[in-house]
């Protein structure tokens, strides 16, 4: 299969990686608007920059493609990284919720699970980045969803409804049913399409755990799944100073970074990500939107 960017491997999960079929993938790389239903799309289309499909059969759509939209009916393309050239990395930041999550809000045991701190300085110091968001975190932060959507320096992507697993022995997440993910994944895609903005259709699995079966179930939908390369371990973290060891001691040129947004469950990235940026500038790195870091020659 050709794959536009990047190479299977990444960090969080054992589950075996699956060699790709043989049909092209197309990953687009312009800005996005939000897109039909899996329903609404045929086997062989590809989604456009306007909503609508256009058709792929023996060539790539003449219309600019929305960012991570592939082949409907070909297991979804896995990638890591974008190509090791040039100066751009990509952060990404996961906003991860689940009904425990949830729960917790409601009882007082925690406060947030909207990181504030990590969108203003973002937004201050002007720069790009991606945000992997599940439906139940829109659901629940509606207004903070609606301000990354109005950022035209950020993208929207999807981590599933509520952040449930889709393999055996992901850690200890409540695993969906293998015929309930593509639902899973497309509700997901509506939540998230109604707030406008940037949209994609990268996606990334809780945990990073995906198996052949997983994959395969995406195949419907058309998506671009999103390892990363550097895994920066905020989840839990109880001091800053690991966290940027972790991303600065591993990033280089086409990175994808992965951290989290969610405050009460990684309350030390707010901390770490200043001097994560000043790392990033002494390397000659630059953040960049995660289409704009995979966008490049392809590898086969």
């Known amino acids: 299969m050709l794959v536009v960017v990047g190479v299977v491997g990444g960090a969080g999960c054992t589950a075996s990686r699956v060699p790709p079929s043989d049909e092209p993938v197309f990953v687009g790389s312009s800005d996005a608007v939000p897109l039909p239903s899996a329903g609404a799309i045929s086997p062989g289309s590809v989604a456009t920059s306007t909503g609508s499909v256009a058709p792929s059969a023996g060539a790539a759509p003449t219309v600019p493609t929305v960012p991570g939209a592939t082949r409907v009916g070909v297991r979804a393309a896995v990638v890591d990284h974008g190509p090791r050239t040039g100066a751009k990395v990509a952060l990404t930041f996961d906003a991860d919720m689940t009904d425990g999550?949830?729960?917790s809000l409601r009882a007082g045991r925690v406060t947030s699970y909207a990181n504030l701190r990590v969108l203003d300085l973002l937004e201050r110091e002007q720069v790009p980045a991606t945000f992997f968001l599940t439906g139940k975190w829109v659901q629940r932060y509606p207004e903070?969803?609606?301000?990354?959507?109005?950022?035209?320096?950020f993208e929207l992507?999807?981590?599933?409804?509520?952040?449930?697993?889709?393999?055996?022995?992901c850690y200890d997440l409540p695993r969906l049913p293998v015929d309930e993910l593509a639902g899973d994944v497309a509700k997901t895609f509506e939540v998230i399409a109604a707030y406008g903005g940037r949209q994609t259709r990268y996606f990334r699995f809780p945990g990073l755990c995906h198996d052949a079966a997983a994959l395969d179930a995406l195949a419907p939908l058309g998506v671009t799944v999103v390892d990363g390369d550097v895994v920066s371990g905020d989840p839990f973290a109880t001091a800053w100073k690991p966290l940027v060891r972790a991303v600065l001691d591993h990033v280089r040129p086409g990175s994808v970074v992965i951290?989290?947004?969610?405050?009460?469950?990684?309350?030390?990235?707010?901390?770490?990500?200043?001097?994560?940026l000043a790392g990033l500038r002494e390397r000659g790195l630059v953040p960049a939107p995660l289409s704009e870091v995979l966008a490049g020659s392809p590898v086969s």
């Open 157 to 169: 992507a999807n981590h599933t409804y509520g952040h449930a697993a889709f393999t055996a022995d």
């Open 144 to 153: 903070v969803t609606r301000r990354i959507a109005g950022n035209p320096r």
């Open 101 to 103: 999550m949830l729960a």
């Open 259 to 276: 951290m989290h947004v969610t405050e009460a469950n990684a309350a030390m990235t707010d901390e770490a990500l200043p001097h994560i």
